[in-house]
């Protein structure tokens, strides 16, 4: 039956972390750190609005482009959490999860051939994603000497007459690098002179620590080159409620709601009602948690460089990604036999790029006693090779 199968979706790869993920899942004792997953429950009180919504028999199809009233609670938090000026009719898409913010965007500007600069390591929706809407994906390296952070060099030397956007994602899924708005400063000229568009992936935007998050967005001469893909996911413990949005220049929400309208009509109605609640009630409860996955961060960075595992310190998202060169296995070796041998589940690099070879990526989104006891495994599995 191969035959029949597109071309595009038989070139595309199984998610690697889908891989490790269905491994560990059919073993037992095992401690999973590879899901990027909140550990946390929904706020009671926002599983309490989208019940309510039920009982109150609230279950048809929305406007396509979401609740008004959630559309208005969107821009209301854009602008008093970062200071971005947006209106609820012209330019907010709400959508099933950030990923489905991804595919329309993508689809909403790329022309067969069109070339998209996409970073590695990145998050393994992208590729596909960029192949999906027939265009080329062009690859930066992101480099742990530059604290995984795209510079300027980089993206001019990957520009080319071909090149129509460039897709972000910080902070990033998987290194936990961030770009402060002096690093967004160094790119907004090239940005401007070569007339890209930028898909702005900001879904962990809530989880930056040590430094205020910053979009493109906030530079008003570019402001409307950036399609800004978020969600509930993340910040709120939502991931089942499959709840983002996209946010952008009228033009392009127009076509992006185009795509939506025909392919999904609208997003989940008791989600809408619970992410309402959220964006009215839930900011003290996003600040308790980001405050636990910092303490998580410290301890876990301290355990690998412990160990003898150095990572980067990342500065957001709940993600670590140490360097496992030093045992002298691939990245896929080291996951492998880290699971089968101790039971602890992360996820190779490679998952995420080419350029990921010799790293892994561990979550962090788990229990300090997951942790600790992770830590230990990881400890003993290394010895093996001192």
């Known amino acids: 039956m191969e035959q029949y199968l597109s071309d595009k979706v038989k070139a595309i790869k199984p998610s690697g972390i889908r891989k490790f993920f269905d491994l560990a899942s059919a073993m037992d004792d095992v401690i999973s750190l590879g899901v990027g997953e909140p550990d946390f429950d929904t706020p009671w009180h926002i599983r309490e609005a989208a019940i309510y919504s039920i009982e109150s028999g609230k279950t048809f199809y929305t406007a396509n482009q979401g609740l008004k009233e959630l559309r208005v609670e969107i821009c209301r938090y854009m602008k008093r959490r970062f200071q971005l000026d947006y209106q609820p009719d012209a330019n907010v898409v709400v959508t099933v999860g950030g990923s489905e913010g991804i595919d329309i965007a993508l689809r909403a500007i790329v022309n067969p051939g069109d070339e998209v600069i996409l970073m590695q390591p990145n998050y393994v929706a992208y590729e596909p994603g960029v192949q999906l809407a027939g265009g080329k994906p062009v690859f930066v390296e992101l480099k742990e000497e530059d604290q995984f952070k795209l510079t300027p060099e980089a993206l001019r030397s990957a520009i080319t007459p071909k090149t129509k956007a460039v897709l972000l994602n910080f902070p990033s899924n998987p290194t936990g690098g961030v770009m402060t708005y002096e690093d967004y400063e160094k790119l907004v000229p090239i940005i401007e002179a070569h007339h890209l568009i930028v898909i702005s992936d900001e ?184």
């Not at 939502?238 to 983002?244: I, S, V």
């Not at 609640?277 to 876990?300: D, T």
């Open 203 to 386: 879904i962990y935007a809530e989880l930056s620590y040590d430094t205020k998050h910053a979009s493109l967005a906030n530079f008003p001469s570019i402001k409307d080159q950036v399609i800004l893909i978020s969600g509930f996911s993340k910040a709120f413990a939502m991931t089942g409620w499959r709840l983002g949005y996209v946010i952008a220049n009228e033009t392009f929400t127009k076509a992006m709601n185009k795509i939506h309208q025909f392919i999904i009509m609208s997003a989940p109605t008791a989600a809408q009602y619970g992410a309402i609640e959220a964006l009215r009630h839930g900011e003290e409860h996003v600040e308790e948690m980001r405050a636990s996955y910092q303490n998580r961060r410290n301890f876990i960075v301290k355990g690998f460089e412990r160990i003898g595992l150095p990572t980067h310190m990342p500065q957001g998202a709940f993600y670590i990604f140490p360097c496992i060169k030093s045992t002298g296995l691939t990245s896929e070796e080291f996951c492998e036999r880290l699971l089968t041998e101790q039971k602890v589940a992360v996820v190779p690099g490679t998952a995420f790029g080419e350029a990921g070879e010799g790293y892994i990526r561990v979550s962090y989104a788990a229990s300090l006693e997951q942790i600790k006891t992770a830590l230990e495994r990881i400890a003993v599995f290394i010895q093996q090779f001192r």
